[in-house]
Every structure is written in C-alpha cells, then in structure tokens.
Nanobody, 126 residues
Framework: QVQLVESGGGLVQAGRSLRLSCAASGRTFTCYTVAWFRQAPGKEREFVAAIRWNFGMTYYADSVKGRFTISKDNAKNTVYLQMNSLKPEDPAVYLC???????????????????WGQGTQVTVSS
C-alpha cells in the first residue's frame, strides 16, 4: 500500500508561482509512475503531469507545458509540481496519484492509477 499526502496549495496571484509536494509513505516510489491531476468545481478531473520514477521521464498536459515542472527527490520519496505563471484557469484541487503500470498503460488516464492523495487546493486571484 502507498499513502500519498499532498501539500503546498494556497492562494496566489495570477502570474506568480507555487510548488506542490506529494510525499509517499508505506513504500517508496521505486518503479511507480507518479502523476498530478486537478479538478475544478463542476469539471472533470484533468491530467496535469506525470513522472516515471526510475527513469525521471516526464509528461505534461498541453495546457501546462512550459509553465509547470514535475520533479522528484529520491531521498525524500517526494514528487513536486512547480507551477509558474499561474493563470485564472489553473485553480483546482490538485491531487497526486501513483501506480506501477500507468506509464505504458495510460499515464494521463486517471483510471490507470490505484493510489490517490486527498488533494490540496490551489486558488489564483486576478
């Protein structure tokens, strides 16, 4: 079992930055794909970014490419989402997800992920 805990959300002005963290407990992220999704009120859950832990390979949604960066810290067993140039369309609950087969089976598909955190709220003011 993998337990995921997100942190780092908050209120930020448009154009500013925020960094989210996803820490794992129960086991390491070795051999896992870890992804960030987001869900705004009344909208479907949306893929944001994913990282393949063992290789450091990354994959992004077009809507965040060039603005967001997903990274990892092996020693802390933590994945980060650096969000720059935040826009009014970025506010949502950001959720961390992990799975050991998602990279090849559908890394941007929420149904491929077995483990989820509770989410952290990101709010962007204009």
């Amino acid at each position: 079992q993998v337990q995921l805990v997100e942190s780092g959300g908050g209120l930020v002005q448009a154009g500013r930055s925020l960094r989210l963290s996803c820490a794992a407990s129960g086991r390491t992220f070795t051999c896992y794909t870890v992804a960030w999704f987001r869900q705004a009120p009344g909208k479907e859950r949306e893929f944001v970014a994913a990282i393949r832990w063992n290789f450091g390979m990354t994959y992004y949604a077009d809507s965040v490419k060039g603005r967001f960066t997903i990274s990892k810290d092996n020693a802390k067993n933590t994945v980060y989402l650096q969000m720059n140039s935040l826009k009014p369309e970025d506010p949502a609950v950001y959720l961390c997800a992990a799975d050991n087969s998602a990279w090849h089976m559908g890394r941007d598909n929420e149904h491929q992920y077995d483990y989820w955190g509770q989410g952290t709220q990101v709010t962007v003011s204009s």
